[in-house]
């Protein structure tokens, strides 16, 4: 069985930073390209970075780049994202999400999500 268990979220004030991390089980870790989802409340999901099966290439929307650094360590098997410079626009329920950005926002995508963890910044 597929699980992704998300951590690291909290409350924090703007211009501070967090990072999430993601623990993986039940599938080979290293075969999968991995990503980051968010979904702030009333609005549909948001893909925010993708990161491929061996850590070399990475890819970001616009609204994190430069602020945002996606991660893995395939002999943990974790997933990680470390957020800087967070402002209120980036509170959201954060979700690690096995796949590309095309799978995971597929509607059979979400089979692979895990949890999610809170993020809220606010001052």
């Known amino acids: 069985e597929v699980q992704l268990v998300e951590s690291g979220g909290g409350m924090v004030q703007p211009g501070g930073s967090l990072r999430l991390s993601c623990a993986a089980s039940?599938?080979?870790?290293?075969?999968?390209?991995m990503s980051w989802v968010r979904q702030a409340p009333g609005k549909g999901p948001e893909w925010i970075s993708s990161?491929?099966?061996?850590?070399?290439?990475?890819y970001y929307a616009d609204s994190v780049k430069g602020r945002f650094t996606i991660s893995r360590d395939n002999a943990k098997n974790t997933l990680d994202l470390q957020m800087n410079s967070l402002n209120p626009e980036d509170t959201a329920l954060y979700y690690c999400?096995?796949?590309?950005?095309?799978?995971?926002?597929?509607?059979?995508?979400?089979?692979?999500w895990g949890q999610g963890t809170q993020v809220t910044v606010s001052s």
């Open positions: 999400a096995r796949g590309i950005k095309a799978v995971v926002l597929r509607p059979s995508g979400r089979l692979y």
């Open positions: 039940g599938f080979t870790f290293s075969n999968y390209d």
């Open positions: 990161i491929d099966i061996f850590g070399r290439s990475t």
